[in-house]
Nanobody, 121 residues
Framework: QVQLVESGGGSVQAGGSLRLSCAAS????????MGWFRQAPGKEREGVAA????????SYTDSVKGRFTISQDNAKNTVYLQMNSLKPEDTAMYYC??????????????WGQGTQVTVSS
């Protein structure tokens, strides 16, 4: 059974940085994607960034391009999301997901419990 555990969330001021981590167990695929999604209060969950587990392909939603970077360490079965130049509108619960395709939310089979990111102005 796949288990995803996120960490690294917290509270920062606008312009600050955070790095989220997602440690995966029971998941060794190298032929699909892992991604980060976020959900702000009263809003739908949206895709933020995704990475192909079998290579270096990545995908980002437009609002984070140039500020966020997704990466993976296959030896540790961990995916990271480096978030720089954070804005108040980045405030949300961030979820790690595995076994999907790019940023197609409904394609993902496994989800973590989330880590909160709060950005103050």
């Amino acid at each position: 059974q796949v288990q995803l555990v996120e960490s690294g969330g917290g509270s920062v001021q606008a312009g600050g940085s955070l790095r989220l981590s997602c440690a995966a167990s029971g998941y060794n695929s190298r032929s699909d994607w892992m991604g980060w999604f976020r959900q702000a209060p009263g809003k739908e969950r949206e895709g933020v960034a995704a990475i192909y587990t079998g290579g270096a392909l990545t995908s980002y939603t437009d609002s984070v391009k140039g500020r966020f970077t997704i990466s993976q360490d296959n030896a540790k079965n961990t995916v990271y999301l480096q978030m720089n130049s954070l804005k108040p509108e980045d405030t949300a619960m961030y979820y790690c997901a595995a076994g999907g395709r790019v940023l197609v939310l409904l394609s993902y089979k496994s989800w973590g419990q989330g880590t909160q990111v709060t950005v103050s102005s």
